[in-house]
Structures are given as structure tokens and as C-alpha cells.
């Protein structure tokens, strides 16, 4: 290449070594660009830094007008620089001034430079600048020149990450690497956490990237990938659960990756240029985050993202470190955040240090998101590159009630913040004070107020809050959290553990409900086109018997002389429930021959979620003991809608005629054959929803643990008899799909009912 002697490791070298030098940071990147001109030939070097507001600024130059450092600025996608910027890729064209992007800037005397090189200075993916060499001829930049700048640039994306550079910035200018961002997620655990950013994956900072010997570091770089292929085919192997939310088609995935010539091939070429090991994996790394963070199909992402966990394993392969934060370097105010996290992996974690969770990707049906309202941990999911756009330590805040996370937040919005979750916590000492308030409205109506729960840690909030029971405890968290399928020795164990936590009130278990997406992971993932209609829940019980009955042989051992209640999930004909009840009268004979008491009051329902129960109430109420209300399912169901899809999602309103419709066909249903029914689903614990449902003529709800105080204000506050009229004339006067909310705010607003 054309080149001063020494070449790329020796220009790499002397960067380093100027970036040692005791001098401002001014000067320090001065003589950086007069070095990098001088080893590429180059007329022009240039250094542009990005902005806060998105502008990118002239920080340094060797060859253009010296005046127009800190004047010259241009937006991303403006000019070639603003260009690269943008696209996040490398760009070498032989006649600029022609080039259709080309964006003269007088100040900077570049009229006269014909052909330009410029590569992206990127961290963890994000543009943090540009750096540009121009020669007055034209000429075609070779391949190992554009690879030599490139590798140049990684060198400076330490310094521009080391806010270093903010020091030579204007007056009210921020540089964008410690700028403040405000993302809006989805908000899956209520509550405003404020706290020090923790990886859930400590990110491998790459000290060393300058190789001693390229042939060595060529030798490591294989024997890690040898390394990395045969620790995933012994986790596969193994069958069991991989870590923290992985399963075995993610590992497929990763392996396949491995093996990938493209990718091993460009590992190799980094290396060849002079690079560590480790700087050429992350050279790599960057270059996929970089198209990640501007890709928009699904799948691509995917992938990409795929590759970007991939890398990761492989620098900590490298480097020897643990590839999960140890639980035990857990500080204090920790926010965690993740790509994405099973609910084992967060159980694992000191709670008492916890303040928020933040993920890339989850949503509120999710699993972790079940297990984060357990645990009472303020929670934001979908916030997009949110691990690439955090370091270790950096300030955050995260607000589970609307999504919000804001990183390196302003002095005020910390204040605005701080007292919000100050008034949260009075609002929650006010709900508290309720605890042994009757849930009775104005009228005298009696309400139930039941807890969703699905682990250990959910049932000391029964007793606090005074839940009247447990209305829906979802065994299949046990499962899900397990090493291994659960044996019914310590099924039983964990059914009498939560009885025993409840101080003697009923606990409503639900059979295991998994399939769609709630995949054990160490079953078998079944490929289905549509899996939230397939092959699940209760049908998977029946066509397993065996499965199913080692449960229902664990809940009744467990419940022995105490009241038991049982329901079967995705119930949608009645010969199912049929089927499900023979097999607890089987197990009850079956008690009866080893002597073991039966429970003392047993009571089996169905989790009415499926809309074909719609037209069979009037067969199945006669047969079951109560019915619970899965209004998530449902809503997704009668609708058509995926409830995880965003695009979807939000199109319908759970308070539209049909959907409110639906439900007082269910609730007079329960009325006219006196069978308890209970709403068990995100509605039962929204205060608005809840009063819409008491003004249906549900009389029993159940919900997050959170969720109870409000809940119980509401009730206290309103009126059963003038709810039920003003639903029943509402519904009369509306006939098509649109939402209903207002009219409720309005007249909860107009009564003064506290939602």
C-alpha cells in the first residue's frame, strides 16, 4: 500500500503513544491527524466530531484552513461526511466535487482536493464521528487503505468515548458519546426506578489493539473460535437450559453463525491489518451493530443481532471473563439491562438491590415481565439498541408506568423524577391504609379482590394487601424456571409451599400452560405456523396425559383437607373440560387406594379464553364450579389481533362494544346458573376497566399485587347500581368498534371515583 515505512502497526504505534502525551486534548488530536496524513499519503486529514443536537463538527484538520476548526459543521446525511455518518459505512470516491452528496464549504479551502476517503469512528455500533483524508489527485483508495483508516478510527472512538473531547467543545455544545437520551419502551412493571446502569452482559472493553505479533494473534483468534464452536456443541448436547433465557434453537442459531466462512473470513482480514485478537473481533462487532442500528426488516435485524451475541461470546472466550454479571458484584440502585433475559436469570439477582429492569426485547405477556411485577422491579421492554447506548455505571432512570427510560437524564428531569416516585410512595402508604378495608361500594355490593401470582416470591403481598385468595396462580413459571421437567414429588412440594404461604386462603392453580409462547427449555420447540392456535395448554395436557396427571396428583396431595380449587386453560369445547375432569377423578380413586386425604373442598373451573365458549356457556356452566376470565386471550382472540404484534396491538380497545359485550354474556351467565366468575387478566386491575367490568355485573376480579390498592379505592368510591345503568345504556347507544373509554373517564370523573 502507499504508506510511510512501518506501515499500519506502526502508525498505530505512534497513535498511541501521542495519545499518551501529557497535552490538552486539542493538540493530542492535532497531532493525530498530521500522523494519519503523514502515514497515508494524504494532503487532508480531518477529524469531525457528532454532536448532541445531531450536527457534526470540524474538531481537528491537518490541510484545510485551520480557521474553520469548530465553524465547519454539517447534519448526518449532509455532504460526504454527513453521509458516511449516516449510513454508518466507508466511503472512498476519486472526484468528490462531483460526487451528487458533495456539500462545499467554503470556509474550509477544500475546493482544491479531488479525492476523498472517509470511514465512520463507531462505538458499540453508534457514530461518533468521521475521519476523512482528501488528496489533491485523483486517485482510486485501495482496499487496506480504506481497512487502515478504519482501524484508525477505532483508536479514536476511545478518545471521543472518553469525553475527553467535550473539554475543547464550544460553550453549550455536548458532544454526543455522554449526551442525554429519552427512549420510550413498553412499560411492563409499574413503578419509577432511579439508579447506575448494570449489564446483564458486561461488555469486553478492548484495551490492547495493537497486535505484537499479527501471526500469534491470528493463533488466538482460531483457538478461540475452536473453543467457542465446542462450547456451543456441548451446550446443545447437554439439552439442558443454556443460560439465562436461552434455549436450544438460540444455540442452534449461534453455532451455525460460528461456522460461517463470511464471518470467520473477515475476523481473519482484521487480524492481518495489525490488530489484536480481540480489537479485530470488536472491529467486526461494530461493523454489525452499525447495520443493526439502521436495519428495518425483522429478520435482518435478527440475525444481525444473532452475530452481535456471538462476537460478544467470542471476546469473552478471548479474554477468559464470565460472559453473565456475577450476582455477587451486584451494586447498589442497580437498573439492569439486557438484550433480552429469562425470568431465572432475574430471580438470581439480589432483589434488595434492584431498581429497574430495562430490556431490548420482552413485552408485558412476556415472561420476564410476569416475574418483574413479582418482584415489584419497575420495568421498560422494546427500547431498541438500548445495550449498545449505555456504559457500566452511567445514570438512569426508567419509569414502568409509561415506558420511559432516560439515560444520563439533566439535573431537573432527576429531580422531576425523584419526586414522582416520592409520590408514589405516599400513594402506595394511602393504599396500604386500606388493607383491612372491606372492598364494598357505596351501594353495599361486596367486590372480590383476588391476586394473580405464579411464584414463591408473588404470596407474601396476599397477606399484606388482604387479598381475599389467590384468583390465578400459573404453575407453569415453576416449570419454566426449572433445570429440568419438575419431578411430582417437588410439584407437590411447591403446590403446598404456596398454600402454606397464604395463611389458609384458597389458591386457584391453574394446569401447566405452555406452548405458543411459552416454551420450556428443555422441551422441544414445535414448529407452528400460527402458534398461539396450536398445539397448547389444555390440548397438550390431554394428548399428554401422563404429564397431566402427575400434576393434578401433586395439587390434590398438596390441598389434602384444605380447600382446593383447579382450572384448565384454553378450554374451547366442553368435552375437553370433560376429559380433564375424568382425569382428577382418576387421581382422586387413586388417592383413595394409598389413603392419602382427599381435599377438603374441591372445586374445578375452566379459563374461559377462547371465544367458541361464547355460544356453550348455557352446557358447560351446569358442569363446572366457577369460571375464570382470561380477558388477554380473549381480546386476542375475538379480534384477531396478535396481543405482541405493535403494529396490531393497539388497534382495538379492551372498552369497545364487542369486547364489553362479550364479557356480560359471560357475566350473566354466572348469574343465572350462580357460578362464580372471575376475571383473572390485565382489565381486573386497571381502575377504569374494573369499574366497567363491576358495571357488567362481574362481582370478583384478580390481579397484580400492585394493582389491589388502587383497585380497592375505586370500588369504595362508586356506585354498583349507577354503573350498571349507565353500561347498559352505553352499550344500547353503540353499536360499532370504537372505544368507550371517555364516556367511562367522564363518568367516573363526574362522580368523583378515584381511578
Known amino acids: 500500500m502507499r504508506g510511510a515505512p512501518g506501515g499500519p502497526r506502526m502508525l498505530l504505534r505512534r497513535l498511541r503513544e501521542i495519545m499518551a502525551e501529557p497535552v490538552s486534548a486539542q ?18 486529514c480531518s477529524v469531525y466530531v457528532l454532536r448532541a443536537d445531531g450536527v457534526l463538527e470540524l474538531f481537528a484538520t491537518e490541510g484545510l484552513n485551520r480557521e474553520a476548526v469548530h465553524l465547519t459543521t454539517m447534519r448526518s446525511g449532509e455532504g460526504l461526511v454527513g453521509l458516511i455518518a449516516e449510513s454508518a459505512e466507508a466511503l472512498a470516491v476519486a472526484d468528490a466535487p462531483h460526487h451528487p452528496s458533495f456539500s462545499y464549504k467554503p470556509e474550509t479551502g477544500e475546493e482544491i482536493y479531488q479525492s476523498f476517503l472517509g470511514v465512520p469512528i463507531l462505538r458499540g ?93 491470528a493463533r488466538r483468534l482460531d483457538e478461540a473460535v475452536r473453543a467457542l464452536r465446542d462450547s456451543l456443541d456441548e451446550l446443545i448436547a447437554r439439552g439442558d437450559k443454556a443460560g439465562p433465557g436461552e434455549h436450544t434453537e438460540i444455540l442452534e442459531t449461534f453455532r451455525m453463525f460460528a461456522h460461517d466462512r463470511g464471518w470467520i473470513r473477515r475476523l481473519q482480514e482484521a487480524v492481518m491489518t495489525g490488530l489484536t485478537a480481540e480489537a479485530a473481533v470488536e472491529r467486526v462487532q461494530n461493523d454489525a451493530r452499525a447495520k443493526l442500528q439502521r436495519q428495518t426488516d425483522p429478520y435482518l435485524r435478527e440475525r444481525l443481532h444473532d452475530l452481535d451475541d456471538l462476537a460478544n461470546r467470542l471476546l469473552h472466550q478471548l479474554t477468559g471473563k464470565s460472559l453473565v454479571l456475577d450476582k455477587d458484584e451486584l451494586p447498589d440502585n442497580a437498573i439492569l439491562v439486557a438484550r433480552t433475559m429469562g425470568p ?153 409451599s404456596a398454600m402454606d404461604a397464604v395463611q389458609n386462603r384458597p389458591v386457584t392453580f391453574r394446569t401447566l400452560d405452555i406452548g405458543g409462547d411459552k416454551v420450556l427449555p428443555y422441551m422441544a420447540k414445535l414448529e407452528e405456523d400460527n402458534p398461539a392456535l396450536g398445539w397448547r395448554a389444555i390440548r397438550i395436557g390431554l394428548d399428554r396425559p401422563g404429564l397431566l396427571r402427575s400434576q393434578i396428583r401433586a395439587m390434590l396431595r398438596a390441598g389434602a383437607e384444605r380447600d382446593l380449587r383447579i382450572m384448565f386453560p384454553m378450554i374451547a369445547v366442553t ?138 379505592a375505586m370500588v369504595l368510591g362508586m356506585d354498583t347500581g349507577r354503573a350498571q345503568n349507565f353500561l347498559d345504556d352505553l352499550l344500547a347507544r353503540h353499536n360499532g368498534t370504537e372505544s368507550l373509554r371517555t364516556e367511562l373517564r367522564c363518568f367516573a370523573e363526574e362522580r368523583g371515583i378515584p381511578l
Open 575 to 712: 368435552h375437553e373440560f370433560a376429559a380433564a375432569k375424568a382425569i382428577v377423578e382418576r387421581e382422586l380413586a387413586y388417592l383413595d387406594r394409598l389413603g392419602y386425604p382427599r381435599p377438603r373442598d374441591l372445586k374445578l373451573g375452566v379459563m374461559l379464553e377462547v371465544p367458541s365458549l361464547l355460544w356453550q356457556l348455557d352446557d358447560i356452566m351446569p358442569h363446572v364450579d366457577f369460571v375464570s376470565v382470561g380477558s388477554n386471550d380473549l381480546m386476542q382472540y375475538l379480534f384477531a389481533v396478535d396481543r405482541d404484534n405493535k403494529r396490531v396491538s393497539g388497534r382495538f380497545d379492551s372498552l369497545s362494544p364487542p369486547m364489553l359485550r362479550a364479557l356480560k354474556t359471560i357475566a350473566d351467565a354466572g348469574h343465572k346458573y350462580q357460578k362464580t366468575v372471575t376475571l383473572c387478566g390485565e382489565m381486573g386491575g386497571k381502575p377504569l376497566e374494573a369499574l366497567a367490568l363491576i358495571g357488567l355485573g362481574f362481582r370478583s376480579l384478580s390481579m397484580t399485587p400492585s394493582a389491589l390498592g388502587p383497585v380497592k
Open 125 to 217: 455500533g453508534a457514530t461518533l464521528g468521521v475521519l476523512v483524508v482528501q488528496n489533491k489527485v485523483r486517485r482510486n483508495y485501495l482496499e487496506e487503505e480504506i481497512e487502515v483508516l478504519q482501524t484508525t478510527a477505532m483508536l479514536l472512538a476511545e478518545m471521543v468515548a472518553s469525553g475527553q473531547l467535550q473539554a475543547i467543545a464550544r460553550p453549550g455544545i455536548s458532544i454526543a458519546v455522554k449526551h442525554t437520551v429519552h427512549m420510550t419502551g413498553t412499560a411492563i412493571s409499574e413503578g419509577v426506578g432511579l439508579g447506575h446502569v448494570v449489564l446483564h452482559q458486561p461488555r469486553v472493553t478492548v484495551t490492547k489493539l495493537v497486535a505484537e505479533d499479527t501471526q500469534a494473534e
Open 27 to 44: 493538540t493530542r488530536l492535532d497531532r493525530i491527524v498530521v500522523q494519519i496524513a503523514a502515514n497515508m499519503v494524504a494532503e487532508v
Open 344 to 496: 431465572a436469570a432475574l430471580l438470581d439477582y439480589d432483589r434488595s438491590r434492584l431498581r429497574g429492569l430495562v430490556l431490548e426485547e420482552g413485552g408485558g405477556t412476556s415472561h420476564v415481565a410476569i416475574v418483574a411485577r413479582a418482584l415489584g422491579i419497575p420495568a421498560s421492554s422494546d427500547v431498541p439498541n438500548i445495550t449498545n447506548l449505555v456504559e457500566t455505571g452511567d445514570a438512569v432512570i426508567v419509569d414502568g408506568t409509561t415506558g420511559e427510560v432516560h439515560v444520563r437524564p439533566t439535573a431537573d428531569v432527576q429531580a422531576a423524577y425523584g419526586e414522582k416516585a416520592r409520590l408514589r410512595a405516599r400513594r402506595l402508604e394511602q393504599y396500604r391504609a386500606l388493607r383491612d378495608v372491606e372492598p364494598v361500594t357505596k351501594d353495599g355490593v361486596r367486590i372480590g379482590l383476588h391476586m394473580n401470582a405464579g411464584l414463591i416470591v408473588d404470596l407474601p403481598h396476599v397477606v399484606e394487601m388482604n387479598a381475599d385468595s389467590v384468583g390465578l396462580f400459573r404453575t407453569e413459571l415453576q416449570f419454566m424456571v426449572a433445570a429440568k421437567f419438575p419431578k411430582t414429588s417437588q410439584q407437590y412440594a411447591f403446590y403446598k
